[in-house]
């Protein structure tokens, strides 16, 4: 018999074992069912945020440009007054000058903005502040700017627009021309 109890001692603490097991299991299981819960909804309060973010910059950027536009139609609105009052008077002078003022109030807004030009007749050639259209080969130094054909502007130390420019590259001997039609050609 002593064999006997100790088996249903032995089948009663493996089940009871079993049954710890079987409710720590349980127990387990719903904690990770709820932490997935909890991470989906994470997942979906950060989607929600990415959206909600991506719509106030959106909001932001419009109200930005809105703001920009609200300072250049007084401009606007000069250049048409002077092509209006042109077409009533045709006085060429009053329009120039009008033009002219223009222009002063356009330069103003953009100094205001923080706007510079970027100097390039003359300087060295500077990639990161020039585009070379052209290069031309001359006998002297090379590298330098020798002719601007659209103006590169700059705002806090960034390139809004480089300098569109014909740039000179040093050559020892001048270039020869071309030859012209007729020298050496051995045409039967």
């Given amino acids: 018999m002593d064999e006997t109890n100790t088996e249903q001692t032995q089948t009663q603490e493996t089940n009871q074992e079993l049954a710890a097991l079987k409710a720590a299991l349980e127990a387990k ?5 709820e932490l997935v819960e909890r991470l989906q909804r994470v997942h979906a309060d950060f989607e929600n945020y990415k959206k909600r973010i991506a719509r ?17 139609l007084p401009i606007y609105d000069n250049f048409e007054r002077a092509f209006r009052t042109f077409n009533k008077n045709n ?17 103003t807004f953009l100094a205001s903005k923080g706007v510079q030009p970027i ?16 290069t031309v080969e001359t006998t002297e130094a090379g590298g330098k700017v020798l002719e601007e054909f659209e103006r590169g502007y700059q705002r806090a ?12 590259r040093y050559s ?17």
């Fill in 172 to 188: 020892p001997s001048p270039p020869s021309p071309p030859p012209s039609e007729g020298e050496g050609s051995n045409k039967r």
């Fill in 157 to 168: 130390g960034r390139v809004l627009r480089p300098s569109k420019v014909k740039v000179s």
């Fill in 91 to 107: 006085d060429k002078d009053s329009f120039i000058e009008g033009v002219e003022r223009i222009f002063a109030q356009f330069h």
């Fill in 56 to 72: 106030e910059n959106e909001e932001l950027f419009r109200r930005l440009e809105d703001a920009l536009l609200l300072e250049i």
């Fill in 29 to 33: 299981e719903r904690h990770n069912k």
């Fill in 119 to 134: 100097v390039a007749l003359g300087e060295t050639f500077d990639p990161a502040l020039h585009e070379a259209l052209i």
